[in-house]
């Protein structure tokens, strides 16, 4: 496993590496740029040149959907049941459990995802492991941005943000992207292959990119790890525990009925046990709800996953 993911592994630690040699003089603005690449070109791109050329045959089988969405939304709906009553006697914060929704919704199923399922089960996955996250993607973004803005002071504040929340989704090129690919399907092939080329292309920076932005950022805020409350604990442990587990009990009932085949069981599975989105980040910051949080969020589940997912994974394949 981890020779297979080894490539992945000098991606990320080369960003460390910037990191300890100071070669970005703001490393903040080093990752939020970087950032901005992979989230508004290099992602949607890849996205879109893989749901062109993805087997779509997966969406019109039941399982396929159920297994992607049908866990995380569970994941988010226990969170958010089991943390109303503290919430409401004042002892969680409502930002921290805000950013509790948002951390469990978004995992890391492009920047990591993608190129780990082909890195596990082999590079014929990418297409599936591609329509995977934009299904994912569609579905959480928007819910996310909405639980964040709902669960937080901010719904009490300004019942009008969760129509600034609407508008920001609807400007993400990466909802729009698996759409478009879907959509460039009906057009002849002379239309779309100038158009497949170089998306391919910009495509194959975003996860080498994405890499070295998870190893700079986990560099600059390694000591948030210091500062882990039980809320954060709560989210990691749901989302590299909890997550996977209910993925892999979907997946099997779903396989027993003969609505999954296994290649996407396997696909499903693994997406499933990846850590919290470094894009949970852009969406606090951009509505100063749970910053801090989902900072250390992002840094404990990204470094436990790097210390569990060799493990953990081929255990959870095992059982399909």
Request: proline share 6%; charged share 10%; hydrophobic share 55%.
């Amino acid at each position: 496993m981890l020779v297979t993911a080894a490539p992945l592994l000098v991606a990320l630690l080369a960003g460390v590496i910037a990191g300890l040699l100071r070669l970005f003089p703001d490393p903040d603005g080093a990752v939020a740029a970087l950032n901005r690449f992979c989230l508004y070109l290099a992602f949607p791109a890849l996205i879109f040149a893989n749901v062109y050329e993805a087997r779509l045959g997966q969406l019109a089988a039941p399982g396929f959907v159920a297994a992607t969405i049908l866990p995380t939304l569970i994941l988010i709906a226990t969170i958010g049941l089991l943390s109303r009553g503290p919430a409401k006697r004042g002892r969680l914060r409502s930002d921290d459990r805000a950013a509790m929704g948002l951390g469990a919704g978004l995992g890391n199923i492009a920047y990591l995802g993608i190129p780990l399922s082909a890195s596990v089960l082999g590079p014929q996955v990418i297409g599936l492991a591609s329509l995977c996250a934009a299904l994912h993607i569609v579905v959480t973004i928007p819910l996310g941005t909405w639980t964040l803005l709902r669960w937080s002071d901010a719904s009490a504040k300004d019942e009008s943000q969760s129509g600034g929340a609407l508008s920001r989704t609807l400007r993400q090129p990466l909802v729009w992207a698996p759409i478009l690919g879907l959509l460039a399907r009906v057009l002849s092939e002379v239309v779309v292959t100038p158009v497949l080329g170089p998306c391919a292309w910009i495509g194959g920076a975003a996860s080498p990119v994405a890499l070295f932005v998870i190893g700079l950022y986990l560099h600059t805020h390694h000591r948030e790890l210091l500062r882990l409350r039980l809320p954060d604990l709560a989210v990691i442990g749901g989302k590299l525990l909890v997550l996977p587990g209910l993925t892999l009990g979907c997946a099997l009932l779903l396989r027993g009925r003969g609505w999954l085949d296994l290649e996407a069981a396997q696909v499903a599975v693994v997406q499933a046990t990846m850590p919290t989105a470094i894009t949970t980040f852009a969406l606090a910051e951009a509505y100063g709800i749970g910053r801090a949080a989902m900072v250390r969020t992002i840094v404990g589940s990204t470094v436990l996953f790097m210390i569990s997912f060799a493990a953990l994974a081929p255990a959870l394949l095992r059982l399909l």
